[in-house]
C-alpha cells in the first residue's frame, strides 16, 4: 500500500510545481468541486420535491464519501511527512472550514423563526439550533423520532445539519485514532517520536485495516438497523460510518489506483457517476435506506473519486471538470446550508406548501445566499498559517533556502498562535449561537406569558365544569366549521397551550401496548380495577386515544379496562402494509388478542382503529391504495367480527368510528404566527369515510353496534380547532382534551 496519498491536478504538468508552503500540499482536483456540485443538487431537487428526483436525498451519501476521502488523504500526507498527526492543527482547520458558514445560518434562521412560528414551534426550532451548534442534531431528531421524509409532521428548518453531526461525530475519533496507531507503532520499535519511514508505513496499513474493520461493522449494522428501526438507522453516526470508511480507503489506496490503466479508470469513473445517477432517479421515500440501498451511490462516488486520480481526461471529469459545475462546487457547502431554510421557512410561513415556482425560486435565492455566504463568510476564513509544521521541522524554507534559529522560532509561535485562534472558533461559535437561543427563547416566553396563563385557566374551567350535552358539542362544530369558511381569528388561548399540543395524550405505555415487532402485551387493566365486570378496548392508538374518559366512565359506572393495542394494528382479519412491507404481525396479534380476550369473557368490547393503513394487494407485493379496497375491507372486518361473535356469543360489541386525517400536524398547521380557524381544515377524508362505511356494513351483518362519532369532528368540513379547543394533536389523533370534552357522547352511546 502506498505510504503517501496522491491526488494529481487537473494537469499533468502542473504537478511539477513547488507547493506554497512548503508543505507537500495536493493540488486541487476539479471533478471533486464536479462531484459535489452533483451531490448538492441532487440534494436540493430532492428536498425542493421536483419530478424525477426523488432519491436526491442520496447526494449525502456522495459527500460522505468524498469528506472520508479528502480527510484523511490530509492526515496520511502529514503522517508521511512529519510521521505524527496534530490533532490541534486537525481541528483549527475544521474550524476554520466548517464554523464561520454554519454559525451564521444558525443565527438567521433563530432570528426569523421568532417572526414565523409561535410558541410552541418555536421552542422546538430553538431546541434544534442549540443542537446543530453542539452536532448533536442527528441524537436529537433520532431521539425525537423525527421522520427525514415527512413533511405531514412539523419539519425544522436545521434538520439538513443531521449530516455535518454525523461527519463531526466521525472526526471526533478518527485523527486520534491514526495518532494513537502512529504512537504505539514507534514505542513498539522503541522509537517514541520518530519519523522513521517504515514506522509511518506501517501506522497507514494499521489505520487501512482499522478502516476496513470498521466498514464492514458499520455496513452490517446499517442494513440490520435499517431493517429494524429506520428512522434511528436514518440518523445514526454508526449505520452511516461505513460511507465515510470507503472514501478513507480510497485515500489510503490512491496511490495503487493511480498505476491503473487510464482507460480502466475512464470507464469506472463514467460507471460511478452513472450509479449515482440511477440511485438519484429511481430511490423515493419508501427505499428502505441507508441498509445495503446506500452502497450504489457509496461505491458510485468510490468510482467516480478513484478514476480521477491520474484520471483521463475523457473520464467523468469531462463533465465535472467544468468551471460551471467547480463554480456550484466551491459553494456547495454553503449552498448545502442555505437552500433548506429557504424552503422549510417560508412554507412555515404561509402555512401550506409551496408551489413549484415558489420552490425554484427558493433554490435560486439559496445560490444567490450561497454564493454570498461563500465570498464572504467562508473564504476569509480558508487562509492557514504562512509557513506549515513541516517547515519547522526541516529548517527551510518555502523556498527550500536555510533560515534562522531565530526565524524558526518565530515562525513556531506564529503558527502555535494562529492554531490557537482557530480553536477558540469552537466554544466562540457555540456561545453565540446557544446565547441567541436562549435570547429569543426568553423574549418569546415574556411575550406569550399572558397567552399561557389565560390557556392555563381555561384548561382548569373546562375540567370544573367541563361537560357538555352532545347537541351543544354538534352545534359547536357547526360553528367552528362556519368560522373556517370565513378564515376567523383564532382564539387567543387555545386548550391545550400550544407547547402542551404533542404531549395531549393518553394511551397504554410500554409493554401494555404492542411495538411493530411485538406479539404479545402485558395485560394492564386500569379504571375499577377491582370490579367484577370487564370492558376490553381493542385496536391500535385510535383506541387508545379515547382511554381517559373511558377510564373515567369505568371508575363512575364500575367497569375494570383492559386495554389490547398496537400500533397501526385494526382489528381485521385482513394483512395491512405497513411502513414499506406486509404487515403480517398484525394480523398475529389479533389472533392472540382474541384467545386473551376469550379468556377474560368480557361485557363489553370497543374496538377502533386509524383506517390510513392500506392492505397489502392480492399479489402480496405492495399495498391497496386506502378507498380502493372497500370490499375486502368490510369483508375482513365481517371476518373478525364474526370470529368474536362466535367465540364470545353473549358479549357486547361496539365499533367506534374512525375520526378524519389531516393534510399536516395539527401542531404544524397552528404553529404558524399566519394560522387562522380556517388553516389546514378540509372536508372529511373520503377514504376514512368509505372504512367507516365497511364497518358499518359488518357490524350490521354481524349483530354488533356502531357508534358514528363524526358529527362531533365533521360539519361541512372538519375544523382543527372548536371553540377554544384544539381537536388534533397531529394529523389523525386528538388530543386527550378534546376527547374528554365527549365523555358524555361516549357514555350515551356505550350506555355507561
Not at 246 to 274: D, H, N, Q, T, Y
Not at 646 to 666: C, G, H, M, N
Amino acid at each position: 500500500m502506498s505510504q503517501q496519498v496522491h491526488v494529481p491536478p487537473r494537469e499533468r504538468p502542473e504537478s511539477r510545481e513547488r507547493p506554497r508552503s512548503g508543505a507537500s500540499r495536493a493540488p486541487r482536483r476539479g471533478d471533486i468541486q464536479g462531484m459535489r456540485a452533483v451531490a448538492v443538487l441532487s440534494v436540493m431537487l430532492s428536498h425542493a420535491g421536483i419530478a424525477g428526483f426523488a432519491g436526491g436525498y442520496v447526494g449525502v451519501d456522495v459527500f460522505f464519501v468524498i469528506s472520508g476521502f479528502l480527510i484523511t488523504g490530509i492526515l496520511a500526507r502529514e503522517v508521511t511527512r512529519t510521521g505524527r498527526v496534530s490533532i490541534a492543527g486537525f481541528y483549527s482547520r475544521r474550524a476554520l472550514r466548517i464554523l464561520p458558514a454554519a454559525t451564521v445560518t444558525l443565527l438567521v434562521v433563530c432570528a426569523v423563526s421568532l417572526l414565523v412560528y409561535t410558541t410552541s414551534n418555536l421552542r422546538l426550532v430553538l431546541q434544534d439550533i442549540g443542537a446543530a451548534a453542539l452536532f448533536s442534531a442527528n441524537i436529537d431528531f433520532a431521539l425525537a423520532g423525527t421522520d427525514y421524509f415527512s413533511t405531514s409532521a412539523f419539519v425544522s428548518p436545521v434538520q439538513h445539519f443531521w449530516s455535518l453531526a454525523v461527519e463531526e461525530q466521525f472526526y471526533l475519533v478518527w485523527p486520534a485514532v491514526i495518532g494513537l496507531i502512529m504512537y504505539l507503532g514507534a514505542r513498539a520499535r522503541g522509537s517514541v517520536g520518530s519519523s522513521r519511514p517504515a514506522t509511518r508505513a506501517v501506522a497507514l496499513r494499521r489505520s487501512a485495516a482499522l478502516i476496513l474493520l470498521l466498514a464492514t461493522l458499520s455496513f452490517w449494522w446499517s442494513v440490520h438497523r435499517t431493517g429494524t428501526n429506520p428512522q434511528m438507522a436514518y440518523y445514526s453516526t454508526f449505520t452511516r460510518t461505513w460511507e465515510l470508511s470507503v472514501g478513507a480507503l480510497l485515500a489510503l489506496a490512491a496511490g495503487g489506483i493511480g498505476r491503473l490503466p487510464a482507460a480502466v479508470k475512464g470507464v469506472a469513473s463514467w460507471a460511478g457517476l452513472l450509479a449515482i445517477a440511477v440511485a438519484v432517479l429511481t430511490f423515493d421515500s419508501a427505499t428502505p435506506f441507508p441498509g445495503w440501498h446506500a452502497a450504489l451511490p457509496v461505491l458510485g462516488a468510490a468510482l467516480v473519486l478513484g478514476g480521477g486520480i491520474d484520471g483521463p481526461r475523457t473520464g467523468a471529469r469531462l463533465l465535472l471538470d467544468t468551471r460551471p459545475m467547480r463554480f456550484v462546487g466551491n459553494i456547495s457547502y454553503s449552498l448545502y446550508l442555505w437552500h433548506w431554510p429557504l424552503l422549510i421557512l417560508p412554507s412555515a410561513y404561509v402555512v401550506r406548501d409551496l408551489g413549484l415556482l415558489e420552490r425554484l425560486l427558493a433554490l435560486g435565492a439559496s445560490v444567490v445566499l450561497a454564493w454570498a455566504s461563500y465570498r464572504w463568510v467562508e473564504t476569509p476564513f480558508h487562509h492557514p498559517a504562512k509557513t506549515a509544521p513541516n517547515d519547522l521541522k526541516t529548517g527551510a524554507g518555502p523556498d527550500g533556502s536555510a533560515v534562522s534559529r531565530a526565524h524558526l522560532r518565530d515562525t513556531a509561535r506564529a503558527h502555535r498562535r494562529s492554531v490557537a485562534r482557530s480553536l477558540l472558533l469552537w466554544p466562540a461559535a457555540v456561545a453565540m449561537v446557544l446565547g441567541s437561543v436562549g435570547g429569543v427563547w426568553a423574549y418569546d416566553a415574556g411575550r406569550n406569558s399572558e397567552a399561557s396563563e389565560a390557556a392555563t385557566a381555561l384548561t382548569k374551567v373546562a375540567a370544573s365544569t367541563g361537560l357538555v350535552t352532545p347537541q351543544q358539542l354538534v352545534a359547536d362544530v357547526a360553528r367552528a366549521s362556519a368560522l373556517a369558511r370565513d378564515n376567523a381569528p383564532l382564539p387567543e388561548a387555545l386548550v391545550p397551550a400550544l407547547p402542551d399540543l404533542f404531549g395531549d395524550i393518553t394511551h397504554p405505555m410500554g409493554t401494555c401496548s404492542a411495538s411493530r415487532e411485538a406479539l404479545t402485551i402485558d395485560i394492564c387493566p386500569s379504571g375499577d380495577t377491582k370490579a367484577s365486570r370487564t370492558i376490553v378496548l381493542w385496536g391500535d392508538s385510535h383506541i387508545g386515544m379515547w382511554m381517559r374518559p373511558l377510564e373515567q366512565l369505568a371508575k363512575e359506572r364500575g367497569y375494570k379496562i383492559v386495554p389490547f393495542t398496537k400500533a397501526s394494528c385494526v382489528p381485521l382479519d385482513e394483512v395491512e402494509w405497513y411502513r414499506g412491507k406486509a404487515y403480517p404481525e398484525c394480523r398475529k396479534f389479533g389472533q392472540w388478542s382474541l384467545e386473551q380476550i376469550a379468556r377474560i369473557k368480557p361485557d363489553h368490547i370497543i374496538i377502533s382503529g386509524y383506517l390510513g393503513t392500506p392492505l397489502v394487494n392480492e399479489a402480496g407485493t405492495g399495498p391497496v391504495p386506502v378507498g380502493e379496497d372497500s370490499e375486502r375491507f368490510t369483508a375482513g372486518a365481517k371476518r373478525m367480527l364474526s370470529k368474536v361473535h362466535s367465540r364470545l356469543p353473549d358479549t357486547k360489541v361496539t365499533v367506534l368510528s374512525d375520526v378524519s386525517i389531516l393534510e399536516q400536524d395539527a401542531g404544524k398547521c397552528l404553529g404558524s404566527k399566519r394560522a387562522t380557524m380556517g388553516t389546514c381544515v378540509k372536508p372529511m377524508s373520503s377514504a376514512v369515510a368509505s372504512r367507516n362505511g365497511g364497518w358499518k356494513a359488518a357490524t350490521a351483518a354481524t349483530g354488533a353496534r356502531y357508534v358514528d362519532l363524526l358529527p362531533y369532528f365533521c360539519a361541512e368540513t372538519c375544523p382543527v380547532v372548536v371553540g377554544n379547543t384544539i381537536v388534533y394533536r397531529d394529523s389523525n389523533h386528538i388530543t386527550s382534551t378534546y376527547a374528554q370534552r365527549l365523555k358524555p357522547v361516549l357514555g350515551k352511546e356505550l350506555g355507561l
